[in-house]
């Protein structure tokens, strides 16, 4: 009894923390004081990693999100350099931008907050928030580590809604050419010069998201970004052909499906691929793009060549390339090309050969291409009548798989009696 007694005497000596997880509002100021322009680093750093260790409890999310004070101190902490600073004699006494190290715990406590979904959806409206979390992530200048943990919660923001129109086709790829400004009389203008310039749109997100693609952070970062890309382009409540539209993102998942890539890497592009190939308005232009239709290709091959050494590829990786395939011989305008591909034949006999899961993605793509009439007479002369035929029988595949090769069995046969 003595020792229960004593449990909860200790017990109630425990102070109650208040919402957020301070455990009272002197502490809750002293931090956020400590968090402002002017404090020294080691004090401002003390803070913040005081106010990381509340933002790892989910309980206390929704509460610090919510603190309007404390988003503003972590703004401040967070925002990029000032390419002016120090460079006005007459300015007044101006603080000490944040250091690289008081960047990266702010952003890092951003990124715990949106873990939590009900801070997502308001975080990706944020465009003080967007603009000091894609400035991180575009500054080459910048830490790998402020850039990786910029581009993480990039991410998440762009998941919740935050980059819904990322096409930059129409943007030129150079500036056009100044012209004399009829207000400042100048070439070009500097009405604007010393303007704040804001990397907030949906078009810098997007950029910024593309830095998680560069070889110059790692290959767990690359796979993690391409598997948002991926969880993009299926979303229902976003467009994969305007995420497509945007040349960084469209020319860096190509390159990350590159033979010399890590696995990971590979399949995560391809995985990406497989997504935004099964988008109707991306379709045909996927496989009219000669760099996109001879990625898949060599993807789906049974053996890859890497300095000058030929290596089998693994059922991952062709697996992957095959259902992107099959993908985009759903499209109508894409079955005849396709089908009249002699690369593609090739590497759709080899799968065939090689058996297991291999065999049954590229009966799925020679199923799709047996939908097109003018294909039919073809296949029936290359001897596909007979593979459907086993196909439709093989007990090794999947019923609605056996199913689909007796219909282009079927197919094929009705082809043969009209001729």
């Not at 939590?116 to 975080?123: A, F, K, L, V």
């Not at 070009?188 to 998201?209: F, M, Q, R, T, Y």
């Not at 997504?275 to 996109?292: I, M, N, R, T, Y």
Request: glycine fraction near 6%.
């Amino acid at each position: 009894m003595q020792e229960t007694a004593v449990a909860a005497g200790e017990e109630g000596d425990v102070p109650d923390l208040l919402p957020g997880g301070w455990k009272s509002d002197e502490e809750r100021h002293a931090l956020l004081a400590k968090c402002a322009n002017g404090t020294p680093e080691e004090e401002r750093v003390e803070a913040l990693c005081c106010i990381r260790e509340k933002a790892l409890l989910p309980a206390h999310l929704t509460t610090l999100w919510e603190d309007e004070e404390l988003c503003l101190a972590l703004l401040a902490c967070a925002e990029p350099p000032d390419p002016d600073f120090g460079k006005n004699p007459f300015a007044e006494e101006e603080p000490d931008p944040p250091t690289d190290l008081v960047r990266t715990l702010a952003v890092t406590i951003f990124a715990c907050l949106a873990t939590c979904e009900e801070n997502r959806h308001p975080m990706a409206k944020d465009f003080d928030l967007r603009h000091v979390i894609a400035s991180a992530a575009l500054d080459v200048d910048r830490p790998i580590l402020l850039r990786e943990r910029a581009v993480l919660l990039l991410g998440s923001l762009a998941l919740a809604g935050g980059c819904f129109d990322p096409s930059d086709d129409g943007v030129p790829t150079e500036p056009p050419s100044p012209t004399t400004c009829e207000e400042c009389g100048c070439c070009p203008c500097v009405c604007k010069a010393g303007d704040k310039v804001w990397l907030n749109e949906d078009i810098h997100i997007c950029h910024g998201l593309a830095v998680g693609l560069g070889k110059e952070v790692s290959s767990f970062l690359r796979a993690k970004t391409l598997g948002i890309l991926c969880s993009m382009a299926t979303a229902s409540t976003l467009d994969a052909s305007r995420l497509w539209r945007n040349r960084r993102i469209r020319t860096a998942v190509i390159d990350t499906c590159d033979v010399n890539e890590t696995e990971e890497v590979r399949v995560a592009a391809l995985e990406a691929l497989w997504a935004f190939s099964a988008c109707d308005l991306l379709q045909e232009g996927l496989w009219a793009e000669a760099k996109v239709r001879n990625t898949l290709l060599k993807a789906a091959e049974g053996s890859k060549e890497v300095n000058g050494a030929l290596f089998q590829q693994s059922v991952d990786i062709r697996g992957r390339a095959l259902r992107a395939l099959a993908n985009l011989a759903t499209s109508l305008n894409n079955q005849r090309t396709m089908w009249c591909n002699q690369h593609l034949s090739l590497v759709l006999l080899e799968a065939v050969s090689a058996g297991g899961i291999v065999r049954a993605d590229a009966m799925d793509v020679l199923v799709e291409l047996s939908k097109n009439w003018t294909n039919r007479p073809g296949m029936v002369a290359a001897g596909l009548s007979n593979l459907f035929r086993a196909a439709a029988d093989d007990e090794g595949l999947q019923s609605d798989e056996r199913r689909n090769c007796q219909f282009a069995c079927e197919r094929l046969a009705a082809a043969v009696e009209c001729s």
